[in-house]
């Protein structure tokens, strides 16, 4: 069992930069494919950033050289740091967790899901 808190969400003007964390329980962090979802009002969830239990790293090409996504697993801590922010970017982002290796962009890949955090972009 996983369980998953993010912070760092809040109310950002266009341009902006925030950073997510996604602080984990569980002594098997190291393991686990890491991912970030969001979701704005009306629309379906959708793929952010992943990064594999190898380290290896997805992004959605929304978001590419824009946001990077980190880990650390002496904290048992998965980060989102988002820059250059625009207000298409609003959603509530949630952080997820999988023992699997494949399909790291696909919400159903993800067996432990956050409560969310809520990114609001202003114009």
């Known amino acids: 069992q996983v369980q998953l808190v993010e912070s760092g969400g809040g109310l950002v003007q266009a341009g902006g930069s925030l950073r997510l964390s996604c602080a984990a329980s569980?002594?098997?962090?190291?393991?686990?494919?890491l991912g970030w979802f969001r979701q704005a009002p009306g629309k379906e969830r959708e793929f952010v950033a992943a990064?594999?239990?190898?380290?290896?790293?997805y992004y959605a090409d929304s978001v590419k050289g824009r946001f990077t996504i980190s880990r650390d697993n002496a904290k048992n801590t998965v980060y989102l740091q988002m820059n250059s922010l625009r207000p298409e970017d609003t959603a509530v982002y949630y952080c997820?967790?999988?023992?699997?290796?494949?399909?790291?962009?696909?919400?159903?890949?993800?067996?432990?899901w956050g409560q969310g955090t809520q990114v609001t972009v202003s114009s």
């Open positions: 997820a967790a999988s023992l699997l290796r494949t399909s790291v962009r696909a919400a159903g890949t993800y067996n432990y």
């Open positions: 990064i594999t239990w190898s380290g290896t790293i």
């Open positions: 569980g002594r098997t962090f190291s393991s686990y494919s």
